[in-house]
């Protein structure tokens, strides 16, 4: 079955730890994207990027980094400069370049800093 | 204030009751209007779509866009103790990918 994977479900992390979450497609789509959803904000992008080796900002970008070195995979850091890094991560996947595409989401991982 | 507005909720019906979630919107840009559902814990998955106004129908539910207000709805008939989720709108305009998102409604269908 086709979709996407994120890992793990739940992230525990001291202050001042950098920490990786993992996103993998097997859609075999071009764009993908990071989200973080907080209770009463509704999903807010972090990053996406339509492309191997090209990504672009989203609007809440400071603190975090990615890579998309393959197609499949597009991993998010979230880096100890994030001020409030405890959050609900969504990956998601469309199809570039058609104006209706819908995302395609994973399953989330729930990240706690303490 | 936000691109798109949406009541928090929660709302909360007695099953068979027949259900209106409503977004508003700030941005007459916006051409393609999305509802996803979203379990506890789990990620929003694409319930319906549509382009520009007018309104689709898909089973139980039908999704409305009055452009000329800059408001979109989505009705439950005949609701189910398993329609008890998040219902977020989204929307986009012609171009692009950049989806904006509302902030969700709470539902809670009582058996």
């Known amino acids: 079955d086709g979709g996407i994977t994120q890992s793990p479900k739940y992230l525990f992390r001291k202050e001042g730890q950098n920490v990786t979450l993992s996103c993998e497609q097997n859609?075999?789509?071009?764009?993908m994207y990071w989200y973080r959803q907080d209770p009463g904000q509704g999903l807010r992008l972090i990053y996406y990027s339509q492309i191997v080796n090209d990504f672009q900002k989203g609007d809440i970008a400071e603190g975090y980094s990615v890579s998309r070195e393959k197609k499949e995979s597009f991993p998010l850091t979230v880096t100890s400069a994030q001020k409030n890094p405890t959050a609900f991560y969504l990956c998601?996947?469309?199809?570039?370049?058609?104006?209706?595409?819908?995302?395609?989401f994973g399953n989330g991982t729930r990240l706690t800093v303490t | 204030q936000k691109e798109v507005e949406q009541d928090p909720g929660p709302l909360s019906v007695p099953e068979g009751a027949i259900v209106s979630l409503n977004c508003t919107y700030s941005n007459s840009a916006f051409q393609y209007f999305m509802w996803y559902r979203q379990y506890s814990r789990k990620g929003p998955e694409l319930l319906m779509y549509?382009?520009?106004?007018g309104n689709k129908e898909d089973g139980r539910f039908t999704a409305q866009v009055d452009k000329s207000s800059k408001y979109i709805s989505l009705f439950i008939r005949d609701s189910q103790p398993s329609d008890s989720a998040t219902y977020l709108c989204a929307m986009r305009g012609e171009y692009g990918n950049k989806l904006v998102f509302g902030a969700g409604t709470i539902l809670r269908v009582k058996s």
């Open positions: 998601a996947s469309s199809i570039l370049g058609q104006g209706a595409s819908p995302l395609h």
């Open positions: 859609l075999n789509h071009d764009a």
């Open positions: 549509t382009y520009s106004s």
